[in-house]
């Protein structure tokens, strides 16, 4: 028989259960899963083909809250990167938004020129939605149609239908 890989007291099981049950999270409710089923007897392979992750994943969520504990368990650290623009920065970007309807292309450019950073498309419409604009997509306007020129289409359309 093999030995239990976490074993937990009753308030602290009780704690798990409560967070768990209380997390609207996957995220985070995957970890606390993992503790309970640890816990209960299970191993890491078998916990970790019961929530389908990595059994590396589940030593590190094994290690965070032995070392840590249930709060930082519960903690999501995205990685993320640093700001490319400073505040002050970001605030000349909105005042130049502000001027007139800009596209992500033309703020690609006006950025890359005026800061010397670059940045992706994706990057840039998630910059400017954290800033608090949205985008609206051009929607297409057909062309207006000139009536004689329909008029003479339809007419060679019969001809060939009537050939």
């Given at each position: 028989?093999?030995?239990?890989?976490?074993?937990?007291?009753?308030?602290?099981?009780?704690?798990?259960?409560?967070?768990?049950?209380?997390?609207?999270?996957?995220?985070?409710?995957?970890?606390?899963?993992?503790?309970?089923?640890?816990?209960a007897?299970?191993?890491?392979?078998?916990?970790?083909?019961?929530?389908?992750?990595?059994?590396?994943?589940?030593?590190?969520?094994?290690?965070?809250?032995?070392?840590?504990?249930?709060?930082?368990?519960?903690?999501?650290?995205?990685?993320?990167?640093?700001?490319?623009?400073?505040?002050?920065?970001?605030?000349?970007?909105?005042?130049?938004?502000?001027?007139?309807?800009?596209?992500?292309?033309?703020?690609?450019?006006?950025?890359?020129?005026?800061?010397?950073?670059?940045?992706?498309?994706?990057?840039?419409?998630?910059?400017m939605?954290?800033?608090?604009?949205?985008?609206?997509?051009?929607?297409?306007?057909?062309?207006?149609?000139?009536?004689?020129?329909?008029?003479a289409?339809?007419?060679?359309?019969?001809?060939?239908?009537?050939?």
């Amino acid at each position: 028989m093999h030995e239990k890989v976490v074993t937990l007291s009753r308030s602290q099981r009780e704690n798990l259960e409560k967070r768990y049950k209380q997390t609207d999270r996957r995220r985070i409710s995957e970890r606390l899963q993992a503790i309970l089923l640890l816990d209960a007897g299970h191993n890491r392979g078998q916990t970790a083909a019961i929530l389908q992750v990595g059994s590396k994943t589940i030593s590190r969520w094994i290690g965070t809250y032995v070392n840590a504990g249930i709060d930082e368990l519960c903690t999501i650290h995205s990685g993320g990167n640093e700001a490319a623009l400073t505040a002050g920065e970001i605030e000349q970007l909105a005042t130049w938004l502000d001027v007139q309807v800009r596209s992500t292309k033309e703020a690609l450019a006006w950025v890359e020129e005026t800061f010397q950073v670059s940045y992706t498309e994706s990057g840039m419409r998630k910059l400017m939605v954290r800033m608090g604009y949205s985008f609206k997509k051009p929607a297409p306007i057909p062309a207006k149609a000139e009536p004689e020129a329909q008029r003479a289409w339809v007419a060679s359309y019969r001809k060939k239908e009537l050939a």
